[in-house]
């Protein structure tokens, strides 16, 4: 019996080694995908002669991994998942303040409240007018990615419920033709995508990109979609049907509310798709017509004589945010979408 | 309430027929199961009742006036799904309003809740339907379908998804509660004994086609077709193919039909070697090599009187044989006894 006891400790003990070895190895080959997105953090807050300097990276790394690490032992001694977050973030609270207190301020930030910061930094009249305050660019990306995603989510939605129940000529090979689009790059469209927006005179106007982003997503998000309705139960409808309900009654009082992750799935998918977007926003203007976020973006760093790195950082951390938000908040409706559609 | 007629009611999918030339006529208030095998049409069947098919031909007449064209919501069915079909995204008591959403009933909770105490879930009302057991979910389902006092209710396959002994008291359950009601019934399913235990009247189907209908007694002891006779009863009937030597018969028999509990042990007759037993409980199932093929018989008793490999003789009574001519069909009055020789 004593024996047991010793077997049952080792397993234990080997089981948690393993663990931490795991955790250790997982955090070494996520260091190469997360450094950059801490730098540019860290040169956003603490860079002040516009470059990109290193000097508070490391500092910075440190407290991240004595933050994780010390989480991770904290979890391993405990098994709760509650006190180990805490004390990792107190530790690299305490930390951090120690290491990188002084070197912290938002001075990078001032593109926000100044609505001219182009002669701020180029001196009066030097680029008079050509660049906007970067609301303008945020309002804008905010109306080009979510009108695009009303409208994805409303006609992928529609169209996947009619590819989904009925059947009619052409069904399959409308189905292939779905699929066979996605193996074409979108950009190799660029010039007739151009010409075409020329001539129906929708050029230099937010409704192009708008458009064009729409047209290339809903094959695959349509896709998406018919998973999901092909999951909900054909006698659920039919069931709705003999209750007394119409057609139309049953899909929104019955269908629809189990197709409702999918909708977010895709609502989130194509909100980050058209707020990343900058091929089609570049391409589909002559001028400054208008701006949106990764064309402000751009721009920092190219229009600016003496690119002041400090701040291009800022502007990509505010442009990064949005999109991270709703990734966070979403993040249980994504992982529940396949290609073949709902679980449970 | 109502009387329903069909009409040589026929469906035809493409090339396949579905059902083929239905005629029947079922009562107000009467309990009718529709019995066959998978595949056999009883379920089209069903929904052209219910208005979700559209018959390809004939009529479907509810107290004498056609409605093959009205909608499914307009036509008062209450039916209740192999799967149950509740509506996930709601609470049990919104599934049973479900229905009175659609009609203005100012007593619809009252309604709700006779319902709800008449099949016993009281208690359930504030449940989703995924938290609810198989035995529960049918319950809700019965009173979702009966909550707006259809003519007619329609049961497809209601019993299958739940285990045996649910299975018995939901049998009984459902019978009290239609018999409470008055409602007409049409039950489809592929088990006899649903069929012969809840039905007034039992229709035999097969291959789109109505076998035979009449009592459950009728069926077993007087069935039509050699597909009947087949079909109903378990363990199945003896099929013995003619001419035999050693067999009197009409020479326009082609099988002779024999029950298991028809044959006895004797001390002459048919020479058998007995090669399996099952116990059933109550009697004996054993199973013997014939100059006739393998034949079953049933003896009363928990232990097996024999051992595989044990020889003895089979008899019977002559008006215990049911012969079919060349088309399946029942020769009516004819027997066929053992000859002398063999009783040696």
């Known amino acids: 019996m004593a024996d047991w006891e010793r077997l049952a400790q080792r397993s234990t003990l080997g089981r948690r080694l393993r663990l931490g070895a795991l955790s250790v190895f997982l955090v070494a080959i996520s260091i190469p995908i997360a450094v950059p997105y801490i730098w540019m953090v860290m040169i956003a807050f603490t860079s002040r002669r516009g470059m990109a300097e290193t000097g508070t990276l490391w500092p910075a790394l440190v407290v991240i991994l004595a ?13 709760r998942e509650r006190p180990a977050i805490a004390v990792g973030v107190i530790v690299a609270l305490l930390l951090g303040l120690i290491l990188l207190g002084q070197d912290l301020h938002l001075q990078n930030f001032r593109f926000m409240v100044n609505a001219n910061i182009i002669e701020e930094l180029d001196g009066q009249g030097t680029a008079g007018g050509q660049f906007p305050w970067v609301w303008e660019a945020f309002a804008n990306s905010l109306i080009l990615a979510g009108t695009q ?52 005179g929708l050029l230099n106007t937010l409704y192009a990109p708008i458009l064009v982003l729409t047209a290339l997503e809903l094959p695959f998000f349509i896709f998406i979609m018919k998973g999901f309705f092909d999951a909900v139960p054909w006698d659920i409808e039919m069931s709705a049907m003999t209750d007394g309900a119409s057609r139309r009654q049953a899909f929104w009082m019955v ?53 002041d790195y400090g701040m291009v950082a800022a502007v990509a951390v505010l442009y990064v945010l949005p999109a991270l938000i709703l990734y966070v908040f979403c993040q249980k409706y994504l992982t529940q979408m396949t290609l073949g559609g709902v679980k449970g | 309430m109502a009387q329903v007629t069909l009409k040589a009611l026929n469906k035809t999918w493409d090339d396949a027929v579905a059902v083929a030339d239905i005629n029947l ?53 209450g039916i209740v799904f192999q799967s149950y079909a509740l509506y996930p995204n709601m609470s049990v008591l919104q599934n049973i309003l479900f229905p009175t959403r659609f009609q203005n009933l100012p007593d619809a909770q009252a309604r709700a809740r006779e319902m709800a105490a008449m099949v016993q879930i009281t208690d359930l009302l504030d449940r989703r339907p995924s938290q609810l057991s198989g035995g529960q979910q049918q319950r809700v389902a019965l009173a979702r379908a009966l909550i707006k006092r259809p003519n007619l209710l329609l049961l497809d396959e209601p019993l299958s998804n739940l285990d045996a002994t649910l299975r018995l008291t939901m049998r009984a359950e459902i019978r009290r509660i239609t018999r409470e009601l008055g409602v007409t ?41 050699l597909f009947v006779a087949g079909f109903i009863g378990s363990p199945p009937m003896n099929l013995i193919p003619l001419p035999q030597p050693g067999l009197d018969v009409p020479s326009a028999a082609k099988t002779l039909g024999l029950r298991p509990e028809a ?67 029942r020769i009516p009055g004819a027997t066929a006894a053992l000859k002398e020789q063999l009783r040696a």
């Open chain 1, 67 to 79: 933050g994780l690490g010390s989480y991770g032992a904290t979890y391993l001694w405990l098994r």
């Open chain 2, 25 to 77: 006529t079922i009562e107000n208030g009467e309990f009718v199961a529709i019995l066959g095998p998978s595949g056999c049409g009883k379920s089209t069947t069903l929904f052209m009742l219910a208005g979700i098919y559209l018959p390809t031909g004939g009529d479907i007449l509810f107290d004498g006036v056609r409605v093959n064209e009205v909608e499914a919501r307009h036509r008062n069915v």
């Open chain 1, 255 to 307: 269908v629809l509310p189990q197709v409702r992750v999918g909708m977010i799935a895709i609502g989130v998918f194509a909100f980050i798709k058209g707020w990343e977007e900058y091929v089609f926003v570049n391409g589909l203007r002559t001028g400054d017509s208008y701006w949106v976020m990764s064309t402000y973006l751009y721009y920092v760093q190219e229009d600016v004589m003496g690119v």
């Open chain 1, 149 to 200: 995603t009303v409208i994805v989510v409303t006609v992928s939605t529609l169209a996947a419920y009619y590819l989904s129940r009925f059947s009619f000529r052409g069904r399959n090979t409308f189905l292939q033709s779905l699929l066979v689009l996605q193996a074409f790059p979108a950009i190799t469209l660029v010039i007739p995508i151009f010409l075409i927006v020329f001539w129906v």
């Open chain 2, 185 to 225: 019934t049409i039950l489809v399913t592929h088990d006899q004994l649903e069929a012969t235990t809840m039905a007034d009247r039992v229709v035999c189907m097969n291959g789109g086609r109505i076998e035979q209908m009449g009592q459950a007694e009728d069926l077993y002891l007087r069935p039509d077709t």
């Open chain 2, 263 to 329: 044959l006895r042990p004797a001390a002459s007759g048919l020479p058998a070697e007995v090669i399996h037993i099952e116990p059933m409980g109550r009697e004996v199932l054993t199973t013997a090599e014939t100059p006739f093929g393998l034949l079953r018989f049933l003896e009363a008793g928990t232990q097996p009187n024999w051992q595989p490999g044990d020889t003895l003789h089979l008899t019977y009574a002559a008006s215990d044989t049911i012969l079919f001519d060349a088309d399946g069909t």
